[in-house]
């Protein structure tokens, strides 16, 4: 428990630290709603997801690659591969709370009434508990920061044009948090809300899975070496 | 600098120049009774303490070799690597080295650069799979990369708490460690510096302190000089010989051979070379 | 006299000189010195002659001891062994051959 959470803190340290982090991570979501503003209140919010979903990601990619160097060492200084993995998802997803707040009273203060708030925070949970993993994976498996954030460009633009009710659409990471928008705002009726929030929770687990056997391979403890007890 | 500052910046510099203090207290005495009977400034009697030092050191002559005393037995053997190959695509890095090196030695991993002296150590670090070899590793094991071990938006104190807590240690006991071993090598930078703030040395000098801070059985590092100067390059050779006489193992990557003599293996991987080191 | 050729000249027969200094009495760091400066070589700074006193007790030339100064502080005294005459000797001698070589070569110049 003690690893898991020093290694959550110093992940939240390091990013903090950051200032371009944190700049992007407020600017990015905020420029995204203001952008859609004057249209459809829909448009707005649901582009305020994509913003935040993509700041968080982008967050956890830098702070994946940064670490990659340090994490043998943290190995070999006592660290197993979960207290790394989940320690960093934590400290991403405790960020990515907070940073939801400011958004929420945003849209609290400024949509209209009829938008079901709660969906809104629901959808915004599901953004960051999707962007987190996702973030550090696309870090774990491309060895350079411009790569994965070429690639997490690629992947917001098609969430943003692809039609969510067409067949592929499913199988973008973020749709979750768009059809609860759709509920939050449009006030559809509850299937929107089950079907996003099914599809957050398998998306979450499926990226956590993968994280950790990522992971888990590559500081994988080698057949080579015997660790043997001193006397 | 004044008579006292002078005497005891001289003394530094003879304790620098392995001059053993005995002598050295002798030297400095009989230079501060000089100084006292003549009056003069030491600068103008003497020069500057360190040019002085070397002269005194030179006059000394190479130190005597350490006498054989209680004849120091090697203890146990703590790293075992044999028949350890690598290759690359078409490029052999590794053919077939063992390095055997016991509780209270130091192993010297020698050869030119683009031997593959950094990959059989972190293939005995554990973070890269031989083509074919085993490694035996008795007790915990420490490994300082030649660069890259620190995070760049952590302060020192941070990275001693992040690498103690590994092994479970409270925060207070992690921070005392980790800022001793890091004042062993004469550690001056503010304690609020980010990482990537400081200088090269600096850097380098937090990096070893993390290997060596938890007191491992087994050390391997990989030639973690960089950027030091002079005085911190003999602090660190000293701590080596302190750990050796503490009984741990330690192995250095390193392509500079003026320590040689003072080492107990050394595995040359220069290809065509003996590829055996140690027993 | 011209400084940087002195210093060469120096460097060759100092520790003879300071061996020469012991053979009358022995001494210590500071009274050699004065010593040597008195004799027209000097000024001698220490920090040119200690080291020569610490590679004639490395060779067995001198020995020191320190002893409790009457009205100061206490003061390394060095003193000749049996070797050091021998090589004071010698090399007094050899210098004498030398010196007197040389003097001859430059009169020569000075003649013409």
């Not at chain 2, 910046?9 to 050295?24: I, K, N, S, Y």
């Not at chain 3, 030339?61 to 090589?87: F, H, M, N, S």
């Amino acid at each position: 428990m003690g690893r898991l959470f020093t290694i959550a803190e110093m992940t939240l340290r390091e990013l903090v630290r950051r200032r371009g982090v944190l700049a992007l991570l407020l600017l990015m979501p905020l420029a995204f709603y203001l952008i859609r503003r004057d249209g459809y209140v829909g448009q707005s919010i649901r582009s305020l997801m994509l913003g935040v979903a993509w700041a968080v990601s982008t967050a956890a990619l830098f702070a994946t690659g940064a670490a990659r160097e340090l994490e043998p060492r943290l190995r070999l200084a006592g660290y197993r591969p979960h207290h790394l993995y989940l320690g960093r998802m934590i400290g991403l997803w405790a960020l990515g709370l907070v940073l939801s707040v400011p958004f929420l009273l945003l849209v609290l203060v400024d949509a209209p009434d009829f938008v079901r708030y709660g969906g809104v925070a629901a959808a915004m949970l599901c953004c960051v508990a999707v962007a987190a993993p996702f973030g550090m994976l696309i870090g774990a498996v491309l060895p350079r920061d411009l790569e994965g954030t070429l690639l997490l460009l690629t992947v917001v633009a098609v969430q943003m044009l692809i039609d969510p009710a067409g067949t592929g659409a499913k199988f973008t990471p973020f749709w979750a948090s768009r059809e609860i928008a759709t509920w939050a705002v449009d006030r559809t009726g509850d299937g929107y809300l089950l079907r996003g929030g099914l599809h957050g929770l398998a998306v979450t687990l499926m990226l956590v899975l993968l994280v950790a056997g990522v992971f888990t391979i590559r500081l994988r403890r080698r057949r080579h070496i015997r660790y043997l007890p001193a006397h | 600098m004044n008579g006292a500052q002078w005497l005891d910046a001289f003394a530094a510099e003879l304790g620098r120049r392995g001059v053993d203090p005995e002598t050295a207290r002798h030297v400095v005495a009989e230079a501060a009774t000089h100084l006292r009977e003549s009056g003069e400034h030491p600068t103008q009697v003497f020069g500057n303490p360190s040019g002085y030092a070397s002269a005194v050191a030179d006059s000394l002559g190479p130190p005597p070799p350490p006498p054989p005393g209680p004849a120091r037995r090697p203890g146990p053997v703590r790293l075992h690597a044999t028949g350890i190959s690598k290759r690359y695509g078409r490029r052999t890095v590794l053919h077939s080295a063992d390095l055997t090196v016991r509780a209270g030695q130091i192993a010297a991993i020698v050869g030119a650069n683009g031997c593959g002296k950094s990959t059989f150590l972190r293939i005995c670090a554990g973070l890269i799979t031989p083509d074919s070899g085993q490694v035996q590793v008795v007790g915990s094991l420490g490994y300082c990369p030649q660069q890259g071990g620190t995070a760049d938006f952590l302060l020192a104190d941070e990275h001693f708490t992040l690498f103690g807590a590994g092994q479970g240690i409270s925060r207070r006991q992690a921070l005392t460690d980790g800022r001793s071993a890091v004042r062993v090598l004469g550690w001056d930078a503010p304690s609020d510096t980010l990482a990537r703030h400081l200088s090269g040395g600096t850097r380098q000098k937090l990096n070893l302190a993390l290997t060596t801070m938890t007191q491992p059985d087994v050390l391997l590092l990989d030639e973690p000089y960089q950027g030091f100067d002079r005085g911190t390059y003999i602090n660190f050779w000293d701590q080596l010989w302190q750990l050796r006489d503490a009984g741990r193992a330690v192995v250095v990557v390193t392509h500079l051979l003026t320590q040689l003599d003072r080492v107990d293996v050394v595995l040359d991987l220069t290809p065509a070379a003996t590829t055996r080191g140690g027993r | 006299m011209e400084t940087d050729r002195r210093s060469q000249w120096l460097r060759g027969v100092l520790d003879l000189c300071v061996l020469a200094l012991l053979d009358e009495q022995e001494s210590y760091g500071y009274q050699l010195a004065q010593a040597l400066d008195m004799a027209g070589i000097g000024p001698i700074q220490g920090g040119t002659l200690y080291p020569v006193l610490l590679r004639l007790q490395r060779t067995g030339l001198i020995v020191a001891d320190w002893r409790a100064g009457d009205a100061g502080p206490a003061r390394k005294y060095y003193r000749l062994t049996e070797t050091g005459r021998q090589a004071l000797r010698h090399g007094g001698h050899d210098w004498q051959t030398f010196s007197t070589r040389v003097t001859t070569l430059i009169g020569k110049g000075d003649d013409r």
